[in-house]
């Protein structure tokens, strides 16, 4: 008799969005004169880039040419992609990344959900709080987890690291040795970023114990500040102990084209056996390459006009990160992020939850966000804004907190 | 410390197309002057259709519109596609699938791969020998399959079915009960079927032991004949216990664009348990949609248009798998499939090993094909030659092969 995975049936219900969908349906209905201005899910609005736009037509006429159609891609990426990639994002900011070293996917999503399997079962993980929900999803999926306790709303055998206003929103080295640690930085949902001497602390830590850093990069192209590492290999070590994942959907509002990438360095070893090649025969064995004409539009990306166009969208959407950020503390709130990243994390008002807050915002401001709780319990009395709207509705949205 | 998934380690060496391509370079190094036909890899060589074409570049024009650019797509797929899939690939059949059963992928080798992690670690699979090797390679990751023996090139705890000549390379009901029963019909590498009565035999074996029957249907679009089943939903009561793969790569040449789905009928239950929110599940944290201009692509697929283009593409390819086993045949050799399927499974004359026939017919006729063994133990003496070739290839290949 089969049997399913019961790993899958520890997992609670995954309301956060459905929730907010089901209230701002309800509300619209009730209000149907309501305007209302969504500022909550991680979307991108701006369309494509030209750039990628005219390279996408153009491979796509490969693809309906005999002599230039491209069949099955490599597994691991085509060399023009990880060439430009190993060029521009990192040897031009001194990491010494190989072209090989880089792995083409579907997206960071895909990957982050993906890389806990080349690791054992017996591995303990550790992650922020709050926190994107797919690194622990993923492990309670495959079994590394232990149950779920409803009342402290986490699972047992997961180290939590608390990011709250004391500590700047960044972890502290936790009291017990993980053995995979989680960090994405700049941080969604709170926007805030890791200095290069803190991340370097974690790389060293990391080091000491044998540790691996599964390090989210998908806000990188959003940094703004100096001091404030692009990659985590621009830490001395980090070749030796961390994977990083890098997405097109923020930088380049790849959300509807899908691709993103994976670096494994070939130095990285855990127990003596190197990682790159098991990630290697994953790629091989579970997935097919990302589409020619994706890896095309990729490529325009980094060259100079693609480049240029790219940044301008970024500078459109970070505009909108000061509207609101601005706005907020004018109308006196507190509010964390928007600086180097394109969330905005704000405080509620009056110690209301962050559901509280999202129902007021909702009703009087006809304005959506998304309540920090969904991401963990320390992002309680927390709410997230997004800068990824119109400069119109950002700028009315604002307005709109502002009259409250 | 961090460990490594210790199962990876179990996996020998995959080393079938890369010493077929070390073999083929070397050759052409010391024969500069001899051309090579290759009719080994399963990649499609005509360009995309020219409806599929449109669509995507109709597509991208709406990408790099504001008003109809497409961000994030919804996790199981785009109803425009589901809902012609559902009507066109099922319910024209007869087949009772709805389109909210159906989960649009980046391919069927993504989904051959990954769906067994919605199953528990102590199920028990069963396999053909030979074939694909994605279905036994994904469990060993998963550590369902126990150690490999390389004296028996088996996995101590996998059930192994033959298919041979004697049973027309269908397998035989096992003595052992598997709770996963993989099968994929039209096969690759062999091109057999299954008839419908044969199929549905192997659906009430499994609904009386309450196994689930992953079924592979990625060459369905190649089947000629009338009474061999298209889907496994053809037959009654598979609603209860199958689930079935299908791509877009060798229906209409999207090996290079990417795109399948999944089919989990909603009455389809484990222990009791629904496996339909698993795979959701699964999708959502996972993986984040196909491309929106790639499902576009999909959707011309289905249109009068399109229908007609691959359907031409398909029975071109089908008048090469003809021309390849009349000719085999006419030459004397022992030739099997070509009729349902792309592939030509052939007996290596006089005892020869298949990578004795390999080099044989390397270095005497220059075509390139793959050996059976590459396949698992019973494709020993066999060879499979590809349809995906041009047509001109196809034919002077057969006459080299005639005149060795």
């Not at 017996?122 to 929900?133: E, F, G, K, L, Q």
Request: net charge negative; hydrophobic share 35%.
């Amino acid at each position: 008799m089969a049997k399913v995975n019961d790993n899958y049936l520890k997992l609670p219900g995954s309301y956060l969005f459905s929730t907010i969908g089901k209230k701002v349906k309800d509300f619209s209905e009730k209000n149907p004169d309501k305007e209302i201005i969504r500022l909550g899910i991680g979307d991108v609005t701006q369309p494509l880039a030209p750039a990628v736009i005219d390279a996408l037509h153009k491979a796509v006429d490969e693809m309906g040419n005999a002599d230039s159609f491209m069949g099955y891609a490599p597994d691991l990426g085509y060399s023009f992609l990880r060439e430009v990639i190993s060029e521009k994002d990192f040897k031009a900011r001194g990491c010494d990344i190989e072209a090989d070293e880089i792995f083409v996917s579907d997206g960071a999503k895909s990957d982050c959900g993906n890389i806990q399997e080349i690791f054992g079962l017996d591995n303990r993980i550790a992650v922020c709080d709050p926190v994107y929900p797919v690194y622990v999803d993923s492990n309670v999926m495959a079994g590394r987890t232990g149950e779920y306790d409803p009342q402290l709303e986490r699972f047992k055998d997961v180290i939590y690291m608390k990011c709250t206003k004391e500590n700047g929103f960044t972890p502290d080295i936790p009291s017990e040795v993980p053995d995979l640690i989680y960090l994405c930085f700049p941080n969604n949902p709170t926007g805030a970023v890791m200095k290069k001497e803190q991340l370097q602390e974690w790389v060293d830590y990391a080091n000491k114990h044998d540790s691996v850093i599964l390090y989210d990069a998908a806000y990188e192209s959003y940094i703004s500040e100096a001091d404030v590492p692009h990659s985590i290999y621009e830490c001395e070590g980090a070749r030796d102990c961390a994977i990083e994942f890098r997405s097109f959907s923020k930088t380049a509002g790849f959300t509807g084209l899908r691709l993103g990438y994976t670096v494994i360095p070939k130095s990285l070893k855990t127990g003596g056996v190197d990682l790159w090649p098991l990630w290697a025969r994953r790629h091989g064995t579970k997935y097919n390459g990302a589409p020619y004409i994706v890896q095309r539009a990729g490529e325009a990306v980094y060259s100079a006009e693609g480049r240029k166009q790219v940044e301008e969208q970024i500078a459109y959407y970070m505009q909108n990160a000061k509207i609101i950020s601005e706005g907020l503390k004018d109308a006196g709130f507190e509010a964390y992020g928007g600086v180097n990243a394109p969330y905005i994390w704000m405080k509620t008002p009056d110690n209301m939850t962050s559901w509280e807050f999202f129902d007021y915002l909702l009703e009087k401001g006809n304005v959506v966000g998304t309540p920090g709780s969904g991401f963990g319990p320390s992002g309680e009395h927390y709410f997230r804004l997004t800068a990824f709207g119109s400069r119109e509705n950002t700028e009315r949205a604002i307005e709109r907190i502002k009259t409250l």
